[in-house]
């Protein structure tokens, strides 16, 4: 399912959203604002500084496995 990131730009709140359209209206479900940015790193996976985590990206399903 196209599940994506977002964060709100009037309370800094992220939060994931099912968006079928791209053209859709994102509203922070926090404060309801439409301030809502969508952002990139929907398959990037967060280190510490300790490089990559190849077992991180596998268990959150991004990229191939026949989707
Ligand atoms: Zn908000």
Do not use: H, R, W
Not at 10 to 27: G, R
Not at 54 to 61: E, V
Request: hydrophobic fraction near 30%; charged fraction near 25%.
């Amino acid at each position: 399912m196209p599940i994506y990131e977002y964060i709100c730009k009037e309370c800094d709140n992220e939060f994931e959203e099912l968006v079928f359209s791209q053209d859709a209206t994102v509203v922070c479900p926090k404060c309801g604002s439409e301030k809502t940015e969508k952002l990139m790193s929907a398959c990037a996976v967060k280190t510490d500084g300790g490089g990559l985590n190849l077992d991180a990206l596998q268990d959150s399903g991004c990229g191939s496995g026949g989707g």
